[in-house]
Nanobody, 114 residues
Framework: VQLQASGGGLVQSGGSLRLSCKAT????????MRWHRQAPGKQRELVAL???????NYTDSVTGRFTISRDNARRTVYLQMNDLRTEDTAVYYC?????????WGRGTQVTVSS
């Protein structure tokens, strides 16, 4: 299983970014896909998830600003991030649990400046 996140960058507060994560080695369509983030000095936290049937869940701090989506044909999960805040600065990772093991891709850095 390989997960490759991309799309991070430097953006001003209030701006937007769209992250992508391509999954290989796994039938993504039958799994819950997740986005996590880890800020310096903090633990990794779950940001958003989308189940195989399309149900979504978000951590409170991003609800209404972030949207997770998936394109199973492209084996890609997305995270649209709007109205970004400085506290959203972190390395963002996509993740999936397969055969009772968590897989993480190489993260992508998101930096929000004030």
């Amino acid at each position: 299983v390989q997960l490759q996140a991309s799309g991070g960058g430097l953006v001003q507060s209030g701006g937007s970014l769209r992250l992508s994560c391509k999954a290989t080695g796994i039938n993504m369509s039958i799994h819950t896909m997740r986005w996590h983030r880890q800020a310096p000095g903090k633990q990794r936290e779950l940001v958003a998830l989308m189940s195989s049937n399309g149900k979504t869940n978000y951590t409170d701090s991003v609800t209404g600003r972030f949207t997770i989506s998936r394109d199973n044909a492209r084996r890609t999960v997305y995270l649209q991030m709007n109205d970004l805040r400085t506290e959203d600065t972190a390395v963002y990772y996509c993740g999936v649990t397969w055969r009772a093991r968590d897989y993480w891709g190489r993260g992508t850095q998101v930096t929000v400046s004030s």
